[in-house]
């Protein structure tokens, strides 16, 4: 989707229903950056809650954090031209998590440990392999490979996918916390 179609379904959001949040990754052109990135440092996952996404706040801004872990807590609209920063970071896409494929049916996972050790959670027409870990008493998910029944076909997630529905695995597994 369109960055102005994500802002203006966050602002939306925060106009009819101010206490329920939704997540989206941003993820930024190749050329917003003097040096290559990956699409993991290029991709940042922001919450609707935002100042710059609620009606009649005192303030701006954009906070979101990178994929890789690399560069966390950033104000993000103080880089991007679709903010109005000439020459800032551009964005090739974004979507919201809550709104991607067999996200609603999350919750209804099955966990499979495999013989490696990692674990694979199948929901809906998606499976995706992790290796879990707890921090700091909550459940953390490495995504490793992932895929969905397309049109009869299992098809590759992205990683950016990949990492989106571990976000959204982790909630129901940390029972419902904002990630």
């Not at 989707?1 to 930024?28: E, W």
């Not at 994929?67 to 551009?90: F, H, I, R």
């Amino acid at each position: 989707m369109k960055y102005k179609n994500l802002k203006a379904a966050f602002q939306r959001l925060k106009k009819n229903s101010p206490q329920d949040n939704l997540t989206a990754h941003i993820i930024f052109t190749e050329d917003s950056f003097p040096q290559k990135y990956t699409l993991l440092k290029r991709t940042y996952r922001v919450s609707s809650n935002n100042k710059a996404f609620y009606p009649h706040t005192g303030g701006y801004s954009i906070f979101g954090s990178c994929l890789d872990g690399s560069d966390q807590s950033v104000w993000l609209d103080c880089y991007m031209a679709e903010e109005g920063n000439p020459g800032g970071w551009k964005v090739q896409n974004c979507y919201i998590l809550e709104q991607m494929r067999d996200a609603a049916v999350v919750p209804c996972f099955t966990r499979t440990e495999q013989k490696d050790g990692t674990d694979c959670y199948t929901f809906g027409n998606t499976r995706i392999y992790v290796r879990e870990s707890v921090e700091n008493g909550r459940i953390r998910l490495e995504p490793l490979d992932g895929n969905q029944i397309d049109y009869g076909d299992w098809l590759d997630l992205t990683t950016d996918q990949l990492y989106g529905y571990c976000t959204l695995l982790e909630r129901c597994l940390n029972q419902n916390e904002i990630i």
